[in-house]
């Protein structure tokens, strides 16, 4: 069976140091981050781009050109509540989103499910999977590109 999402709890050893690297603006894709997400899709992985903090985007997207996308959450905990996470959504006509259509004016989007935020949880979905996130607090979360090696 060919997996389409994975969630784990307590990804980094020590999310702390992530946390202030985020904070400093310090690189968050490491050799560990790199090691990890490799292990949990058993398979050599390149993380092609790091979008950081974009928190307030409700836009729904796909990304097709990754074979995955991964949303690392490294906000405190008490900070985390409230907070909405990434959701799926599927439209009854994607062809024509393909094909030009503008995929966030349509109201043709269904959700169909929805991850919460939580501290130091990793989501990884394909990148084909139409999705958006949204926080009603500041959040600090991380968005790898990752393409299958």
Not at 18 to 27: A, L, P, Q, V
Not at 77 to 96: I, M, T
Request: glycine share 4%; hydrophobic share 35%; aromatic share 14%.
């Amino acid at each position: 069976m060919r997996e389409e999402l994975i969630i784990v709890d307590n990804f980094y050893d020590n999310p702390l140091d992530y946390h202030r690297n985020f904070i400093e603006k310090n690189s968050l894709v490491t050799e560990e981050t790199v090691g990890k997400i490799s292990q949990i899709l058993k398979n050599k992985i390149k993380i092609n781009q790091l979008l950081e903090n974009q928190s307030n985007n409700k836009e729904i997207v796909a990304n097709p050109y990754y074979d995955w996308i991964g949303i690392v959450y490294l906000s405190i905990p008490l900070a985390c509540h409230g907070n909405l996470g990434v959701s799926f959504f599927y439209d009854e006509d994607e062809l024509e989103i393909y094909s030009g259509k503008n995929s966030s004016q349509t109201k043709e989007w269904k959700q169909y499910g929805h991850i919460p935020v939580k501290y130091n949880r990793l989501v990884l979905f394909r990148g084909n999977r139409w999705h958006s996130y949204f926080s009603k607090n500041e959040e600090f979360f991380a968005i790898f590109l990752i393409e299958n090696q």
